[in-house]
């Protein structure tokens, strides 16, 4: 499997330089066997979801998460969604009170976010698959370079990119975004296991004052909305 080419062009483009060749092949075969002989979360077609739905010139915003859903039916390439119809998972619960608390958005009864990702906000865990039922099972297994080289390659770029880091694994991603353009904005996980730390951060408007002061339009984060 060679993951560049699933890829959309542009962001093919955007990661030449920040990516290692023999690292990310392998990768691409170990992801291929993976598929090959189990089940495996996103389905094959959802794998670059977050970088289709959001070239690298409209990326605004950057979500990060950790680990793909490991539920049937949940994960579809976009971190902390799942599709219509699923059940809205914990801490996308408690993002929802956030959103309403923050900006006003009364809480969606579905958890689909691609009307987020179309306005230009990169949903990227930090590995992008998982076996069913097996939480981190790909942990360790190459993505993280490969989702690394994303994050440096928007660094790179002087159009102002917002990161919204919550949790102590994405906060260690701050290390990475150097160039003064952007902005970043740590929270705890909105995890209900964290008592403390998200709810109340007001992570939206953050972002869009953010956004407007770099002279970027803002997000209408109502994810009923696409863009």
């Avoid at 560049?4 to 092949?25: H, I």
Wanted: include cysteine.
């Amino acid at each position: 499997m060679n993951l560049a080419e699933l890829l959309p062009v542009e962001w093919r483009t955007e990661l030449e330089g920040f990516l290692d060749e023999t690292a990310t092949a392998a990768l691409g075969e170990f992801v291929s066997s993976e598929y090959a002989t189990h089940t495996i979360y996103p389905p094959i077609e959802d794998l670059f979801s977050a970088y289709r739905l959001c070239l690298p010139g409209q990326t605004r915003v950057l979500i990060l998460g950790q680990d793909p859903y490991h539920g049937p039916g949940q994960a579809h390439g976009l971190s902390f969604s799942v599709r219509e119809g699923v059940k809205v998972p914990p801490s996308l619960r408690n993002v929802f009170k956030e959103l309403s608390e923050d900006v006003g958005i009364a809480p969606p009864a579905a958890g689909d976010l691609t009307g987020w990702a179309e306005q230009g906000v990169l949903l990227l865990n930090a590995v992008l698959t998982v076996r069913a039922g097996a939480a981190a099972s790909h942990a360790g297994k190459g993505w993280e370079a490969f989702t690394d080289a994303t994050i440096e390659a928007l660094n790179a770029r002087d159009d102002r990119v917002v990161f919204l880091l919550w949790g102590g694994y994405a906060r260690k991603k701050a290390a990475l975004i150097t160039n003064p353009a952007h902005v970043v904005l740590e929270a705890g996980h909105p995890s209900p296991l964290n008592r403390v730390g998200f709810r109340g951060a007001r992570p939206f408007s953050a972002a869009n004052k953010a956004l407007a002061d770099g002279g970027r339009p803002v997000v209408n984060w109502d994810p009923r909305s696409g863009g």
